[in-house]
């Protein structure tokens, strides 16, 4: 009986002394049988792909598309000089003065030439280069795709077509014809439509200068004058400026060269009679703007060289008390809009009474001119980036994003209709639009942005 006992004993002893330590440690060896991600790789893809994107812009299309521009439009003013020309021979000797313009001209079309083969060039060896790069990620970016073992990144490209065809699907049967709307405005292409472009982007002589400005065509030249374009800059503290400059040809302006030049409103800016804001138009070889520290549109005679004013109702906001805005500040001295259309030129303000609403008068010709019918709206004003007149239409516009401005707004003169629902957009070259002018020569919509001209095309019902 003893001996059995002291068995039992013994193997509990022995299973004790062989129990583990309170604080044991595991460790695990794992096996991955996958190759490491080449994340430097994908680093390198990325700088290189950034550094694409930042030399591959709009702006260089449409540097080249705005030099196409240019002289395909001095090649048919050539034409139409060349054929005057042919008619002024008397058999012996030809035009003196149609021979100084045709040569004039032909110096413009090398220069214009020169910087389109200099751009093309450049172009050429940006094309040639990105073409490598891009060659090189993609090569890089399939080798990377191997490591998808699970099909992450390619499942996600199929729900990616999955729903963009879901989207037209849905667009398509919720597709209603449009509502037929009656005429507006006093000329016979209706309402506007869209916006197609940029057809211009220029920074002319002085790129990266002179940030606030506006430029254009006279809706109204004088003779001989129908193919010159003007502009404005601020030359002072973006506020101010004393000289309008003019361009014979959209080329000329495209490059940089100003004929006839300046034309100088007074010798000193600011004061009297300094062009206050950029909000300017020229129409029947007048310029019009806002008078330097005044409520009033000051009109100058780019002949005469005479400055003629015109007051505005009492109460009227002035001195960058009543901006145009973005969504993050307001554009100085902005608080005048002059702008032109069919019809001759329109003022945009605002005046205490009507609370910082839109107020729109006609200006009427005459010396000097004189306040026409208004119109007052309920559009708030710094709640506008910009506005332009087309067809006797009021347009407002608001500033969406970097990339985007947006036509959101409209008022019927002729029937007193507003509108806040247009949803027309405005593909921007460069942040901000400091000044919009509607050409009914052409159709186009010349835009000031940060030193840039770009123009638009408009297209109406």
């Given amino acids: ?21 309170p604080n044991p440690k595991c460790a695990c060896q794992v096996n991955n049988s996958e190759k490491e991600f080449p994340h430097d790789k994908l680093r390198a893809v990325e700088r290189n792909t950034t550094n694409c994107n930042k030399n591959i812009t709009p702006q260089k299309t449409l540097e080249m598309e705005s030099l196409l521009l240019g002289l395909e439009r001095r090649l048919i003013q050539l034409h139409k000089d060349v054929s005057v020309l042919e008619r002024e021979d008397d058999g012996e000797m030809y035009g003196v003065l149609s021979l100084f313009v045709i040569e004039n001209e032909m ?17 050429r060896r940006l094309t040639e280069d990105t073409s490598q790069e ?9 080798e990377m795709e191997k490591f998808d073992t699970m ?16 989207k037209v699907c849905k667009s398509a049967l919720n597709a209603t014809a449009a509502p037929t709307v009656p005429p507006q405005g006093v000329c016979s292409h209706g309402r506007l439509r869209n916006v197609t472009g940029p057809r211009v982007y220029t920074a002319g002589e002085y790129a990266g200068s002179y ?9 109204r030249p004088q003779p001989g004058k129908e193919s010159w374009y003007w502009r404005v800059m601020m030359t002072s503290s973006n506020k101010y400026a004393n000289y309008v400059r003019l361009y014979s040809s959209l080329s000329a302006l495209i490059i940089g060269v100003s004929n006839p030049g300046n034309v100088e409103i007074s010798s000193s800016n600011p004061t009297t009679n300094t062009i206050q804001g950029p909000n300017n138009v020229l129409y029947g070889g007048a310029l019009y703007y806002n008078c330097y520290n005044q409520d009033s549109v000051c009109r100058f005679n780019l002949t005469t060289k005479a400055v003629s004013t015109l007051k505005l109702p009492k109460g009227t906001r002035y001195n960058s008390k009543a901006n145009f805005c973005n969504l993050d500040e307001c554009y100085p001295f902005t608080d005048l809009d002059l702008a032109t259309d069919e019809s001759g030129v329109w003022v945009v303000y605002t005046t205490t009474q009507d609370f910082g609403n839109l107020v729109l008068s006609k200006v009427e010709e005459g ?8 119109w007052r709206t309920s559009v708030y004003k710094q709640g506008v980036s910009n506005t332009f007149m087309a067809c006797g239409i009021l347009y407002a516009t608001r500033f969406v994003s970097v990339e985007v401005e ?17 949803g027309i957009f405005i593909n921007k070259m460069s942040r901000n639009i400091l000044a919009l002018n509607y ?15 770009v123009s638009y095309k408009l297209l109406f019902l």
């Fill in 1 to 21: 009986m003893k001996l059995l006992l002291i068995l039992p004993l013994c193997a509990v002893f022995t299973l004790t002394r062989q129990a583990p330590s």
């Fill in 367 to 374: 010396q000097p001119p004189t306040l026409g019918q208004t």
């Fill in 439 to 453: 050409s009914p020569v052409d159709k186009m919509l010349h835009a000031y942005c940060d030193s840039y001209m």
């Fill in 406 to 422: 947006e036509i959101f707004y409209s008022f019927d003169t002729t029937t007193g209709r507003e509108r806040f629902n247009l």
């Fill in 107 to 123: 110096i413009e079309i090398k220069q214009l030439i020169d910087k389109l083969n200099s751009t093309t060039r450049d172009n």
């Fill in 134 to 142: 891009l060659t090189h990620l993609h090569a890089e970016m399939v």
């Fill in 211 to 219: 940030s606030y400005g506006a430029w254009g065509r006279d809706p």
């Fill in 151 to 166: 099909q992450v990144v390619r499942g996600r490209q199929v729900n990616k077509r999955l729903k963009s065809d879901l």
